[in-house]
T-cell receptor
Framework: QKEVEQDPGPLSVPEGAIVSLNCTYS??????FMWYRQYSRKGPELLMY????GNKEDGRFTAQVDKSSKYISLFIRDSQPSDSATYLC???????????????FGPGTSLSVIP | EPEVTQTPSHQVTQMGQEVILRCVPI?????FYWYRQILGQKVEFLVS????????KSEIFDDQFSVERPDGSNFTLKIRSTKLEDSAMYFC????????????FGNGTRLTVT
């Protein structure tokens, strides 16, 4: 089983739709979860990060973590054409008081929002 | 907003040549990373660096790779003898102190080995 799996897409939605992007993981040591957006030939750009289970909202974006199911989601409300990009989930074990952990990325989901 | 900067944006080199990829992390960050992304594939961890030494490296980061922080601002990745399969986007990233400090990435250097 791969350490982090992600629906590959591509996903195509009409403008204004609600988008749900999902990742599953196998390593129960992961505690720190991130979503990055990557435009073509650019570096990943941090969208949201969360620690432990629960929801976190930032504008049109909501990140959800369910550690018991090893499942995380990113919801985008009122999607815009400018949201068209590849979305990467990422996670790390983040041991307390150290940063020696490495961040593991999912393979990414390609999203197109059609005007 | 402070950002991670990488140079050059594109590097073309011949197989067997040495290349140095350069990065300037965010100024108050303490932890530095190199990742690579082969075209169409996922972002892969190469190495993490803290307090002037490597803290962790992946199996990709073999003896042909090295990292250095030659001064207070630059962080470099050297590939001693490039191979065709080293062609990829190389991303530098940095993070601040604290367990909840997220990674910030540069825009990458596209390395093409011919």
């Amino acid at each position: 089983q791969k350490e982090v799996e992600q629906d590959p897409g591509p996903l195509s939605v009409p403008e204004g739709a609600i988008v749900s992007l999902n990742c599953t993981y196998s390593n129960s040591a992961f505690q720190y979860f991130m979503w990055y957006r990557q435009y073509s030939r650019k570096g990943p750009e941090l969208l949201m990060y969360t620690y432990s289970s629960g929801n976190k909202e930032d504008g049109r974006f909501t990140a959800q973590v369910d550690k018991s199911s090893k499942y995380i989601s990113l919801f985008i409300r009122d999607s815009q054409p400018s949201d068209s990009a590849t979305y990467l989930c990422a996670m790390s074990a983040a041991p307390w008081l150290t940063s020696y952990d490495k961040v593991i990325f999912g393979p990414g989901t390609s999203l197109s929002v059609i005007p | 907003e402070p950002e991670v900067t990488q140079t050059p944006s594109h590097q073309v080199t011949q197989m067997g040549q040495e290349v140095i990829l350069r990065c300037v992390p965010i100024s108050n960050h303490l932890y530095f990373y190199w990742y690579r992304q082969i075209l169409g594939q996922k972002v892969e961890f190469l190495v993490s660096f803290y307090n002037n030494e490597i803290s962790e490296k992946s199996e990709i980061f073999d003896d042909q790779f090295s990292v250095e922080r030659p001064d207070g601002s630059n962080f470099t990745l050297k590939i001693r003898s490039t191979k065709l399969e080293d062609s990829a986007m190389y991303f530098c990233a940095s993070r601040g102190q604290g367990w909840n400090s997220p990674l910030h990435f540069g825009n990458g250097t596209r390395l093409t080995v011919t």
